[in-house]
């Protein structure tokens, strides 16, 4: 099985890319991400300790604890959740 490579400038979300993340199914991203418990992931060469959330209107993310790195990770998840959202039609991100 192949795993997912990243462009220099890619950063990879526990070994995916932003693209493919946005398209795992719905009901998928739910179970296993947004589902309001404790989560520890990588992005990049960051360990990040989080909570994900989602109502109706509103996605939740909840940074804990974030251990190396410093290539713009935070970035890039704040750009992935605001994409996710509008993908969505969550109004908000906090």
């Known amino acids: 099985m192949e795993t997912a490579r990243a462009t220099p400038k890619e950063i990879l979300f526990d070994g995916f890319t932003d693209e493919e993340i946005l398209k795992l199914p719905e009901g998928q991203v739910d179970a296993l991400v947004l589902n309001g418990e404790p989560l520890v992931f990588r992005i ?16 939740v993310i909840e940074l804990a604890q974030i251990e190396g790195g410093g290539e713009g990770v935070l970035t890039s998840l704040g750009s992935l959740a605001r994409r996710y959202a509008r993908l969505h039609k969550i109004e908000t991100v906090e």
């Open 44 to 59: 990049g060469t960051v360990t990040i300790l989080g909570e994900f959330r989602r109502d109706d209107h509103r996605l």
